[in-house]
């Protein structure tokens, strides 16, 4: 591709609608948080003024339960005086910085993030438009590869710093751009490998690489006179190759302790979460996840090689107790196990630098089964995140499924709510255990249009145990968390209700597919279904009321604003959260 090719997506008529998609999100999703109060102009109707009160934008809402704002794109309006001005939404957080909290030091990197998502949005402007229907019967990775909302909550949602325009189209996910991992060699004594049971290193390398790619790695080691039996082989992302570990570890790849032994025969696609890799020439081979010095959506998307060694353990763990539960086996809730990992130690970063820094997350890898192999008869994948897609007509993926299915919405929507929400709900409620159950990091098992069951994702980053008194083994201490008793329940009530209910709602009752009653009382339904399969519980449903009144709302864009480089605390991720007030609860008036 040549240079004027690279950025033939940034034109002025794809940038405006750009723009205008992502002020229309942020006008939206600042409401819900609160950091904006927009103020009533008539019958839907409704304006913000920037922080000197010369600008203000004017637009339409529809207001949904969970304090949801749906604003029509179209409807926004920027004015001065009596001048209507053409939208920019760099000038419109530059207006607004005051009253968003961004800082002189947070703002520029900001406006880096929401120039690199608005670039991200009018390329996928340039792809050829796909609707609902025909994406739905779309294979599992034509479905990751063709969201085009990203996290529905955060604004800055598709920042990746640290990408070229190039990097972009090479990697990014909804490009869809074929990828070779890059291999090194890792000296044993410089490297630990961890694998859960049933697995070592070499059945693991030898079902990921074919015979004669593992000795064409060899061969390399051999030729600069090395032991193959020295050497652990890692896969990197080639980002990380080229941008990093050339250069930082340089040290260690002139001293032997890393060689570079080349691409893969493999091809993987990026999925959602951009460092993870599906592979697409043996889908049934474990997905990959790679270590990658990018910041993206309030983290820097590195990889610790600490971190990585409890992953298995974990892993084997949360299987055991899955398969051991009456409630989960009957939902044929299940997880896809991280089985391996592994990850290099620089001892002179390690001697240099705190725990937690970027510089010790630079070299590591996991292995994630593919849920491939469990499919049977007519069943098929799609990620959860799939379910708020709208194409570009507004018709809702979610919303084809039912058509598909030809069940009722609200038989549709139980089935799926049986499938995902139970298995939460269990997990808090039974084992004090929660998920990240947000839409990237599920699978739905899909057959003739119904959801079949849910398979959950990403575990050893993203679980955590809130009971203190939880008898956990050595290996997966790591997971236990201090939550105070009072937030217990936002691990629902944000993550699910706030995080992706809210978004549900309201895409299925503005496509006209059912109403927000039937919606919110189908949920309570199966929540009151839930509760009824295991009264041995009944005292834990007071504890943590999901029929309570109203919950704390928490914000995930004031976390960003505050701090985009690290927005949570991994070790204590309660005592970051950004509470601002309170949420009607919509399942209050179906408590019995």
């Not at 909302?149 to 751009?177: I, K, M, Q, W």
């Not at 959506?297 to 990889?303: A, Q, S, T, V």
């Not at 139970?422 to 990237?440: I, N, R, T």
Request: hydrophobic letters at 45%; charged letters at 25%.
């Amino acid at each position: 591709m040549n240079v004027t090719d690279s950025v033939a997506h940034l034109t002025p008529a794809l940038w405006e609608r750009a723009g205008r998609l992502l002020i229309r999100k942020g006008l939206a999703e600042f409401s819900h948080e609160r950091l904006l109060i927009p103020e009533a102009l008539g019958e839907d109707r409704y304006r913000v003024r920037s922080d000197d009160g010369a600008t203000e934008y004017r637009f339409t809402a529809r207001r949904f339960a969970l304090d949801h704002w749906q604003i029509p794109a179209e409807s926004l309006t920027r004015h001065r005086g009596a001048a209507e001005l053409p939208l920019d939404p760099l000038e419109f957080f530059i207006e607004l910085r005051e009253t968003l909290g961004l800082s002189a030091a947070i703002l520029p990197v900001y406006l880096e993030e929401i120039s690199a998502t608005l670039a991200g949005t009018a390329y996928k402007l340039t792809k050829k438009p796909v609707t609902s229907a025909e994406l739905a019967g779309a294979g599992f990775q034509e479905i990751e590869t063709g969201m085009t909302e990203g996290h529905p909550c955060f604004v800055a949602n598709n920042g990746r710093l640290g990408f070229g325009v190039d990097e972009y189209r090479a990697y990014a996910p909804e490009t869809a751009s074929p990828v070779r991992l890059i291999w090194l060699a890792a000296r044993r004594d410089r490297a630990t490998f961890t694998a859960g049971a049933g697995l070592d290193y070499h059945s693991l390398i030898r079902r990921e690489l074919a015979p004669e790619t593992l000795e064409r790695f060899d061969g390399v080691l051999r030729g600069q006179g090395l032991d193959p039996g020295d050497y652990f082989l890692i896969p990197v992302h080639p980002w990380q190759w080229w941008n990093k570990l050339s250069v930082t570890f340089a040290a260690e790849v002139a001293r032997h302790h890393l060689v570079c032994v080349g691409e893969g025969d493999d091809s993987y696609l990026a999925q959602q979460s951009i460092r993870t890799f599906f592979n697409t020439s043996d889908p049934a081979r474990h997905y990959v996840k790679t270590a990658l010095s990018v910041l993206n959506m309030g983290f820097m998307r590195g990889l610790s090689a600490a971190y990585m060694e409890a992953t298995p353990a974990i892993n084997d763990w949360l299987a055991r107790l899955i398969e051991g539960d009456d409630t989960l086996r009957a939902a044929r809730f299940s997880i896809i196990r991280e089985r391996a990992a592994i990850g290099y130690h620089h001892r002179q970063y390690e001697a240099a630098t705190a725990k937690g820094s970027p510089y010790l997350k630079m070299l590591a890898a996991l292995w994630r089964e593919s849920p491939v192999p469990s499919l049977r008869g007519g069943e098929r994948l799609a990620t959860m995140a799939s379910l708020l897609h709208t194409d570009r007509d507004g018709a809702s993926f979610a919303g084809a499924l039912i058509a598909e299915s030809g069940r009722t919405p609200a038989d549709w929507l139980r089935r799926y709510l049986d499938a995902y929400l139970v298995p939460v709900l269990h997990s808090f409620y039974a084992y004090d255990l929660v998920f990240m159950p947000h839409g990237e990091n599920v699978i739905l098992v899909v057959e003739d249009g119904t959801v079949q069951r849910a398979i959950f994702k990403d575990i050893a980053e993203e679980i955590a145990v809130m009971d203190p008194d939880a008898v956990l083994p050595p290996a997966v201490e790591r997971i236990r968390a201090e939550v105070p008793e009072d937030m217990k329940a936002l691990s629902v009530f944000t993550d699910v209700f706030d995080c992706f209910f809210r978004f549900l709602n309201a895409s299925l009752v503005s496509d006209g597919v059912l109403d927000e009653e039937t919606f919110w009382r189908t949920v309570a339904e199966c929540v009151r279904g839930y509760q009824e399969s295991v009264p041995q519980l009944a005292d834990k449903f007071r504890q943590y009321d999901l029929f309570t009144g109203e919950f704390a709302l928490s914000c995930l864009n004031r976390l960003q604003l505050r701090d985009n480089e690290q927005m949570v605390d991994l070790q204590d991720p309660a005592g970051a959260l950004q509470l601002v007030g309170t949420l009607t609860n919509p399942l209050a008036r179906f408590a019995s």
